[in-house]
C-alpha cells in the first residue's frame, strides 16, 4: 500500500434506518493524523456510519472524497450514494476492527494474525519468516504467553486483543475501530492510546467510536445527533 | 492467487479442527443408506433398481445438512467483514470456501460410495457411471448450495429457508444423475446425461460464486 490518504472528507452523509433517520447532512473532514471519536447515544447510528466508511454498507446519501499525498489537487471519489465505498482502488486499504473482531476460536492468535495478514498485504516471506513479526505484534498486545494457544481458551479480553493485534501491523492509511476499549483492562487501554498517537503521528487518520473518553493528545470529537 | 491458497489453507485446517462438522455429514450418508435394506427390503429386486437413486438422494440431503456451516460461523465471528474490507475479489473468496466444503463433505461422501453400492447391491458394471455423476454432480450441489447459505446468512430458522431456496434447483441434478444410471443398467446410451450434468457444473462453476458474492455482500449490510 503505498499511497497515503492526506484527507478524507465526508459530505452530506445519511443513513434511515427502519424508517427512522439515524443522521442526515453529515459533513467532516479527517487529516492525516488526526485521531477523532465518534460520539453519540446507543442507537444513534455510529457502527452504520462506521460500516459504511469502511465499505460494508452502502452509503445512502452523500459522498466520500479522498485526497492522497502528493496529488492533493485530484481528490479521488471513494463512495458516492448507493454505492459501497471501495478501499481498495488504486492501492488504498482500510484497517477495521469492529464489534466482532474476526478472530476465529479455533485458531490460535497466532494463526488468526497471519491470515489477516496474508489477506490484506502483498508479502512474499514464508510464513516462518514472518512469524518473527507477528509474535512481536502478539507480544505488543500482551498475548506473549497465549500466542499458541486457540482461541477459544482464552478470555473475551484476550480475544479481543488478539484482534487489535492488527494495529501493530497494518499498513492501511485510514483505521476504522468500533468500540476498540470493550472488554480490555486498564492498562491494555493505555496501551491502545498509546498505539493509536502512534499511529497517528505516522499520518494515518484514525476514527473510532468509544462510549469512554480516551485519554489521547489532540483528540477530536464528531458528535452525531439523532435528527428530528 | 496466494490469498486465495490462504482462504483454502485457512478453510482446511477449521475444518480439521473441528471434524465433527464433516463427519456428520458422512455419517448421516451412510446410516441413512443402511435402514434402507433394514426397512423396506434387502431383497435384489428391491434394492438392484433402487440402490442408485437411493445412494443420489442421501448424498443430496447430506449436502444440504453441511449447507450452514459454509458461511455461519464467518459471519458470527466477524471474519466475513473482514473478507469484505480485505478488498480481496470476494467471488473467488466465496469459489475457495465452497471448494474447501465440497473437498470436505462432497468428496468423503463419493469416496465412501463404492462400499455402499456393494451393500446395496448394485451390479458392479453400474458403478463408474455411478461414481462419475457424482463427481460432475456433487460440486454442482455445493455450488447451488452456497447461494441459499449466503442468502440466508443470520436469519432465524435459516437451515429451513436455505433448504426451500436450494432445493428447486437440485432437482435436475438428480434427474440427470440418476436418469444416466437408470440409462445404463437398461444398456443404452446415457453420455447425454452425463454431458448435461458437466454442463450445469460449468454454468454452476461460472455464475454461482458471483451470485454467492453478491448474497454475501447484501447479508453483510443486513447485519
Known amino acids: 500500500m503505498s499511497a497515503k490518504v492526506s484527507l478524507l472528507s465526508a459530505q452530506g452523509l445519511g443513513c434511515e434506518r427502519n424508517d427512522r433517520l439515524l443522521y442526515s447532512g453529515l459533513d467532516f473532514e479527517l487529516k492525516a493524523g488526526e485521531i477523532c471519536q465518534l460520539r453519540g447515544a446507543n442507537g444513534a447510528g455510529k457502527t452504520t456510519l462506521l460500516k459504511s466508511l469502511a465499505g460494508l454498507t452502502p452509503l445512502q446519501a452523500g459522498r466520500v472524497v479522498v485526497s492522497l499525498v502528493g496529488a492533493e489537487a485530484v481528490p479521488m471519489q471513494l463512495g458516492v450514494e448507493g454505492s459501497t465505498m471501495n478501499w481498495s482502488q488504486s492501492g488504498l486499504g482500510c484497517c477495521f476492527i469492529g464489534h466482532r473482531s474476526g478472530v476465529k476460536s479455533l485458531l490460535t492468535p497466532l494463526e488468526n494474525l497471519l491470515f489477516w495478514y496474508r489477506l490484506n498485504h502483498h508479502d512474499s516471506r514464508a510464513d516462518s519468516a514472518l512469524a518473527e513479526e507477528l509474535r512481536a505484534a502478539l507480544g505488543w498486545a500482551g498475548l506473549e504467553q497465549s500466542i499458541d494457544t486457540q482461541c477459544a481458551y482464552l478470555s473475551a479480553g484476550q480475544q479481543r486483543r488478539a484482534g487489535l493485534a492488527r494495529l501493530a501491523l497494518t499498513q492501511a492509511s485510514v483505521c476504522i475501530l468500533d468500540e476498540p476499549f470493550t472488554a480490555i483492562d486498564a492498562d491494555g487501554v493505555v496501551l491502545l492510546e498509546r498505539r493509536l498517537e502512534a499511529l497517528a503521528a505516522e499520518g494515518r487518520i484514525i476514527l473510532l467510536t468509544s462510549h469512554h473518553v480516551p485519554d489521547i493528545a489532540n483528540l477530536r470529537q464528531i458528535e452525531l445527533r439523532q435528527s428530528a | ?223
Open chain 2, 1 to 223: 492467487m496466494s490469498t486465495l491458497l490462504t482462504v483454502i489453507r485457512h478453510d482446511m485446517k477449521l475444518a480439521f479442527r473441528r471434524p465433527a462438522d464433516f463427519v456428520n455429514a458422512l455419517a448421516f450418508f451412510v446410516i441413512a443408506l443402511t435402514l434402507f435394506p433394514l426397512g423396506v427390503s434387502p431383497e435384489d429386486s428391491f434394492l438392484v433398481p433402487a440402490a442408485a437413486g437411493l445412494i443420489w438422494v442421501a448424498a443430496l440431503l447430506a449436502t444440504l445438512l453441511s449447507l450452514n456451516q459454509l458461511f455461519e460461523s464467518d459471519a458470527q465471528d466477524g471474519t466475513l467483514e473482514q473478507l469484505l474490507v480485505s478488498g480481496q475479489p470476494l467471488f473467488a473468496i466465496a469459489l475457495c470456501k465452497v471448494a474447501v466444503h465440497w473437498v470436505v463433505t462432497g468428496l468423503p461422501v463419493i469416496l465412501m460410495t463404492p462400499l455402499l453400492a456393494v451393500m446395496l447391491q448394485l451390479p458392479a458394471d453400474l458403478l463408474p457411471v455411478l461414481l462419475v455423476s457424482m463427481l460432475l454432480g456433487t460440486p454442482v450441489l455445493s455450488l447451488i448450495g452456497g447461494i441459499g447459505s449466503a442468502l440466508t446468512l443470520g436469519l432465524r430458522g435459516a437451515h429451513i429457508i436455505t433448504s426451500l431456496i436450494v432445493l428447486p434447483m437440485y432437482v435436475p441434478v438428480l434427474l440427470f444423475a440418476t436418469g444416466a444410471v437408470l440409462s445404463a443398467q437398461a444398456g443404452a446410451e446415457f453420455d447425454g446425461q452425463l454431458a448435461v450434468l458437466g454442463a450445469l457444473l460449468a454454468l454452476a462453476l461460472a455464475l454461482a460464486p458471483f451470485a454467492i458474492a453478491a448474497a454475501l455482500r447484501i447479508s453483510v449490510s443486513q447485519n
